[in-house]
């Protein structure tokens, strides 16, 4: 049921979408080389499946654009260039390096890797909105629409594979850089028609999504396919890094992800606690991406230097925990304070007045 304006299932999803982000990010046991590491399959995917859910065309071309600014890159480059002015008063030197690092704008040119999500994100909803205007999507019969975001994907797929491993030097960004170092391109623009997919994708079946009733026997055929894949095939994917490998196989498993993720949130969305705690998280979603990656890894280096490193799986837990935990409450502290919430949240289109002191101002999604 919407709240709010909201959908429930769609925050629920965003959700689960989240922890499972910042669960790869953990070392060992949850994250890459573990064994939840197959999750990567679909994880990144589905971040941008289910924000194409909340994309729309109604409004003018330049405050669309003003308003995914504000709300994507606005928080980005405040973040990175906060870190910024905090080394130089540390180092009393400008970091030129780290300057032209955030500019860039992907995952190897920055201190807080995950914040690349943003950047490319915004690229996504700049490129999709301009796409889909131009050829008048929405318009067309749902054969056409799958032809079209299919068409996205292979042109994706093969300019991820003829520039994979896309080798920049890039000598400025980092001092003694390796020049055989793979930088990608900026804002890592060749991962782009594959995520402009799978955010297609959620678009055209954001109606399906809103109203979704469960089959068994889908999520059964789903859950399958995905574990045939992830244990007997190489399929990978990382688009954080411009790589979808063997897409014959990893787009199934992508596929079937999605799908279980969907399924799972739909009975979830029939509980109480794990229902508020999930769509908080949905909620909290910005705020979870920007801050966890250096929470969690100062709360398991300190933890693994209080209990040891026998105690992976439980500092692992901890340090999951507190990377949601903390950035949920920095999201309440933003919107409590007039100053910060101009800062973090989204102000395009909202009066900065009186009202911006009396109550927070709430994220426009659409």
């Not at 859950?223 to 007997?232: D, K, N, S, T």
């Not at 009186?354 to 659409?366: A, E, G, T």
């Given at each position: 049921m919407p709240t709010h304006g909201r959908i429930e299932l769609i925050d629920i999803i965003r959700g689960i979408s989240i922890l499972l982000v910042i669960m790869g990010h953990l070392p060992s046991v949850f994250g890459y080389g573990g064994p939840l590491s197959d999750l990567s399959l679909f994880r990144m995917p589905l971040f941008?499946?289910?924000?194409?859910?909340?994309?729309?065309?109604?409004?003018?071309?330049?405050?669309?654009?003003?308003?995914?600014?504000?709300?994507?890159?606005?928080?980005y480059f405040v973040t990175l260039f906060a870190l910024v002015a905090l080394e130089t008063v540390l180092t009393h030197q400008l970091p030129l390096q780290a300057i032209m690092g955030v500019i860039y704008g992907n995952r190897d040119t920055i201190e807080w890797k995950p914040l690349?999500?943003?950047?490319?994100?915004?690229?996504?909803?700049?490129?999709?909105?301009?796409?889909?205007?131009?050829?008048?999507?929405?318009?067309?019969?749902?054969?056409?629409?799958?032809?079209?975001?299919?068409?996205?994907?292979?042109?994706?797929?093969?300019?991820?594979?003829?520039?994979?491993p896309i080798s920049v030097s890039l000598p400025i960004f980092q001092e003694g850089a390796n020049p055989n170092t793979s930088s990608g391109l900026p804002f890592r623009m060749e991962s782009l028609f594959i995520s402009a997919s799978f955010f297609l994708a959620g678009s055209i079946t954001k109606e399906r999504v809103k109203n979704y009733q469960p089959n068994i026997v889908y999520a059964a055929f789903s859950?399958?396919?995905?574990?045939?894949?992830?244990?007997?095939t190489p399929a990978y994917v990382d688009i954080g890094k411009g790589e979808y490998r063997y897409p014959w196989y990893s787009l199934p498993a992508s596929v079937a992800g999605i799908y279980l993720v969907v399924y799972v949130s739909y009975f979830i969305n029939r509980t109480v606690f794990a229902k508020r705690w999930l769509i908080l998280c949905g909620e909290s979603s910005l705020f979870i991406l920007i801050f966890?990656?250096?929470?969690?890894?100062?709360?398991?280096?300190?933890?693994?230097?209080?209990?040891?490193?026998?105690?992976?799986?439980?500092n692992s837990i901890i340090s999951f925990l507190l990377g949601v935990f903390i950035p949920v409450m920095i999201r309440f502290v933003v919107r409590m304070s007039p100053l910060l919430s101009i800062f973090?949240?989204?102000?395009?289109?909202k009066p900065i007045s009186?009202?911006?002191?009396?109550?927070?101002?709430?994220?426009?999604?659409?």
């Open positions: 941008f499946f289910i924000s194409g859910t909340v994309f729309s065309l109604n409004k003018p071309t330049t405050i669309f654009v003003l308003q995914k600014t504000d709300q994507l890159l606005k928080p690349w999500y943003l950047t490319h994100l915004w690229l996504v909803f700049i490129f999709c909105f301009l796409f889909s205007k131009s050829i008048q999507l929405f318009h067309k019969s749902l054969f056409q629409k799958s032809l079209v975001i299919s068409t996205l994907f292979l042109t994706g797929y093969f300019i991820s594979y003829s520039l994979s859950a399958i396919v995905f574990l045939m894949i992830a244990i007997l966890h990656w250096f929470v969690q890894f100062k709360a398991y280096a300190i933890l693994t230097k209080f209990f040891g490193e026998e105690f992976v799986v439980i973090y949240l989204p102000v395009v289109g009186i009202q911006l002191i009396r109550k927070p101002i709430k994220v426009d999604y659409s």
